[in-house]
């Protein structure tokens, strides 16, 4: 599996295209604004866009959705059900960070823990990792050793959980059980900032060390 990455909005959201080498299908993860962008980027990479995947329903990752689903024809995938609230929201979200207007936005399909997604020849299994919001999904390529786990874990740091719903407790529960354990040369595309894995994170970031509780 082959990725490239495309920061979008004031937040440098990581949009990140992903797709099977040997087939040419593509995913476009979190499209989260700047659709021209986005677009522009897809079209110099020789791929087939066949879907939208979305980690969680904050409008940094999921504005632009819409518009680059509508403009390759494809569905929408994911998130976890729990977070329609926030793809209902998106309106609202929209008007308080003084961005353009997003419409709410209903996907094609609700992802599960358990389920597969298919890229091509390539699989990724889905992980439901609440916290940061409660419909949080991280995305698993074993074969590759690649997640893109949205706004769950970060170089050096993990998602907030002071917005509606979050909650630190079960954020750091679900990367120490569902995360950590996929070995640590499993590497990530976090929702901001540089790429990292969990070997990484798992000896280094703050959040995680073992004198912090489990819970």
Request: charged share 20%.
């Amino acid at each position: 599996m082959k990725y490239h990455l495309i920061p979008v909005t004031a937040f440098s959201q990581n949009c990140s295209v992903i797709w099977c080498s040997k087939t040419h299908q593509a995913a476009i993860v979190d499209p989260g604004g700047d659709a021209e962008k986005i677009i522009s980027e897809v079209a110099k990479l020789d791929v087939k866009v066949s879907q939208i995947l979305l980690t969680h329903g904050h409008l940094d990752h999921v504005g632009g959705a819409a518009q680059v689903a509508k403009h390759y024809n494809v569905p929408i995938v994911g998130p976890q059900k729990e977070d329609l609230f926030l793809l209902e929201s998106l309106p609202t979200q929209s008007q308080m960070f003084g961005l353009a207007y997003c419409a709410p936005l209903t996907p094609n399909t609700w992802l599960e823990e358990g389920d597969e997604v298919r890229v091509g020849e390539e699989s990724l299994s889905i992980l439901h990792c609440p916290g940061h919001t409660p419909g949080h999904i991280v995305f698993i390529n074993a074969r590759r050793r690649l997640a893109v786990s949205g706004d769950v874990i970060f170089r050096g740091g993990v998602g907030r959980s002071d917005f509606p719903r979050g909650d630190h407790q079960a954020l750091i529960h679900s990367i120490k059980t569902k995360l950590l354990p996929l070995g640590d040369d499993m590497a990530f595309i976090p929702g901001h900032g540089p790429m990292s894995d969990f070997g990484h994170e798992r000896k280094t970031n703050p959040f995680l060390q073992d004198e912090m509780p489990v819970w």
